[in-house]
């Protein structure tokens, strides 16, 4: 009797125990995220958000797990960017109502453009933290029924002003953003072209699924540098900004 009490014993344990061995390793489920390190699985599972900048689209972590992702992964094949950042956040949901709390909150500050202004943005180049933006004025806003279309002309350096399209629109427990320059972005100090119209984009895909609210997101430019002559100016200040608006996200995300 007392190898079945043991048993017994043994069971009950492995099933209080299961659960939470089965939560961790759902936090980050390879139908959703591909490729994975030990240390990008650890990251998540700890609630940090991975920033990394990769070659190209072909390296994106995101599997087209639905309608919404596929497009997602499919704008940026098209867009075929030579910098490109992409962003991971997975963040385990501890009550009811706690991911539409945080989307709602996420959508208020994604809606405030003229808050991008003072989102701090470090340039390793200058070493030196600057505001991500240091112009922005809305030119124009047209909601729709799940969101808005803004359309603003903004300044950030080294590049002449340029007006730029910010989206967003939330259904149900998904929430969208896109952001994508209007105009040729303009180089100030060469008065260079660097970057065709519609040729920026930045992308952030949120969403409720299985107890875990996740977020994902990339920015990438198909920029002109000469051949590389400009990659070293270039590639930073654009990616730069895109690791800084991610990390902001990140924060206005927290559970906290």
């Known amino acids: 009797m007392n190898w079945l009490v043991k048993i017994f014993a043994i069971v009950l344990v492995l099933c209080s125990i299961l659960p939470f061995f089965a939560a961790a390793s ?7 995220f591909q490729k994975l390190t030990q240390e990008e699985t650890a990251m998540l599972k700890n609630g940090e958000p991975i920033i990394r900048s990769i070659r190209s689209s072909s390296d994106m972590l995101l599997v087209p797990f639905d309608k919404d992702s596929q497009m997602l992964i499919e704008r940026a094949k098209k867009l075929n960017g030579n910098y490109i950042t992409e962003f991971i956040l997975a963040l385990p949901l501890t009550r009811k109502g706690q991911g539409t709390m945080i989307l709602d909150r996420l959508l208020k500050v994604i809606a405030n453009v003229k ?18 933006f240091d112009k922005m004025d809305i030119i124009s806003q047209t909601k729709f029924s799940e969101g808005e279309s803004i359309v603003v002309l903004q300044h950030m350096e080294p590049f002449d002003d340029f007006r730029a399209e910010y989206r967003y629109a939330k259904i149900g427990n998904n929430l969208s953003f896109s952001g994508e320059n209007l105009d040729s972005i303009i180089y100030s100090y060469r008065n260079l072209s660097v970057v065709a119209p519609h040729k920026m984009r930045w992308e952030l895909y949120a969403f409720e699924k299985d107890g875990c609210l996740y977020a994902y997101g990339y920015g990438a430019v198909r920029a002109f540098d000469l051949f590389g002559l400009f990659r070293d100016r270039l590639e930073p200040s654009f990616m730069g900004r895109v690791s800084a608006f991610f990390k902001y996200i990140a924060e206005k995300m927290s559970l906290s």
């Open 26 to 32: 759902e936090l980050v489920p390879e139908i959703m």
């Open 115 to 132: 808050g991008y202004v003072s989102i701090p943005y470090y340039s390793v180049r200058q070493q030196t933290t600057y505001d991500l």
